[in-house]
């Protein structure tokens, strides 16, 4: 999921983000800044579980 591409539903985010970075810790570790900035947003916002 690209930073620019999130889903249309917000109660969705913390599912997608959290994919996201297993996505890109796997395949690809590198993650530039704004995208890790938006990714560490969205991710502070979700609980835990």
């Known amino acids: 999921m ?3 591409v999130e889903t249309p539903r ?5 599912l997608h983000v959290r994919a996201w970075t297993h ?9 530039t800044s704004p995208e ?3 990714l560490v947003s ?8």
């Open 2 to 4: 690209p930073v620019a």
């Open 10 to 14: 917000e109660g969705s985010w913390c």
């Open 36 to 38: 890790r900035l938006a």
């Open 23 to 31: 996505v890109k810790h796997r395949y690809a570790p590198t993650v």
């Open 42 to 49: 969205i991710l502070d916002t979700c609980t835990a579980s």
